[in-house]
């Protein structure tokens, strides 16, 4: 049942958070996404079947939460992250990062390191404010404050803005090591056209952790999100909290 978590601005977020056995599944969407997407859904219908913790959450401005997207930055939504596990979520965590998620589920791992049990990323995008805009793009974003381009995923604009462009160039993790030693599998589609599935290695040598393994989909797109995708998606997390 989707309920409501106020922030210390008022602001409220629209969670799901089911009782289980830890470690707690914490789904982070991607940018312009909800969790409503068809991995959220499918993950949570699986750890009620199974027992298991989750906690599925809309970023403000986004969903059914309340705020304006455009007010939304990175390290905003992280924050709203980092409020919903400490509000609602006991004891470990294995959080599971789609795209724009799988950049948060870093940055909250970093913030929470002696929760924080293991990570799975689906196409995670770390940095894509730096290897995902043009220079006429930056240019654009520094002279209007914002660009907006065609969405392949839905009828509104892809909009970005200055100040989350700005949030992501203050948060770029790739450069150097990543100081997490837990557990971390990365999912990704080598026909992806948005993220590419490279990043996935990057991130994997960037990790400090001796546990990390990158599960490659040769005919696998973006989203991840065939029948066969989210299996594996299920089978990596199931894998995963034996394995803790």
Same mark, same amino acid.
């Given at each position: ?35 409503t997407g068809s ?47 400490d509000t609602l ?35 995670? $995008? #770390?940095?894509? %404010?730096?290897?995902? =805009?043009? !220079?006429?793009?930056?240019?654009? /974003?520094?002279?209007? @404050?914002? &660009? ?7 009828? $509104? #604009?892809?909009? %970005?803005?200055?100040? =989350?462009? !700005?949030?992501?160039?203050?948060? /770029?993790?790739?450069? @150097?090591? &990543? ?22 290695l990057r991130l ?41």
């Amino acid at each position: 049942m989707i309920g409501r978590l106020a922030r210390p601005d008022g602001v409220r977020l629209a969670v799901d958070h089911r009782q289980g056995e830890a470690p707690t599944i914490v789904f982070l969407p991607g940018y312009m996404s909800d969790m409503t997407g068809s991995k959220a859904l499918a993950l949570d219908a699986w750890a009620a079947t199974h027992g298991r913790a989750m906690l599925r959450l809309d970023y403000a401005g986004c969903g059914d939460s309340e705020g304006a997207f455009e007010d939304g930055t990175l390290t905003r939504w992280r924050d709203d992250v980092l409020h919903a596990i400490d509000t609602l979520a006991s004891g470990p965590l294995l959080l599971v990062g789609s795209s724009m998620g799988g950049w948060l589920m870093l940055l909250v791992a970093l913030a929470r390191p002696d929760r924080v049990a293991g990570l799975v990323g689906i196409a995670a $995008a #770390p940095d894509f %404010t730096d290897w995902g =805009f043009d !220079e006429a793009q930056r240019t654009r /974003l520094i002279a209007d @404050g914002r &660009i907006e381009e065609p969405s392949d995923y839905g009828d $509104a #604009p892809y909009v %970005t803005t200055r100040a =989350f462009w !700005e949030s992501g160039q203050a948060n /770029l993790l790739l450069g @150097g090591p &990543i100081p997490l030693d837990c557990p971390v599998r990365l999912l990704h589609g080598q026909a992806d056209v948005d993220v590419p599935w490279k990043v996935s290695l990057r991130l994997a040598a960037a990790l400090r952790s001796a546990d990390v393994q990158v599960h490659l989909v040769k005919d696998g797109d973006h989203r991840l999100s065939r029948p066969q995708d989210i299996a594996l998606l299920i089978a990596t997390v199931e894998r995963l909290l034996e394995a803790l």
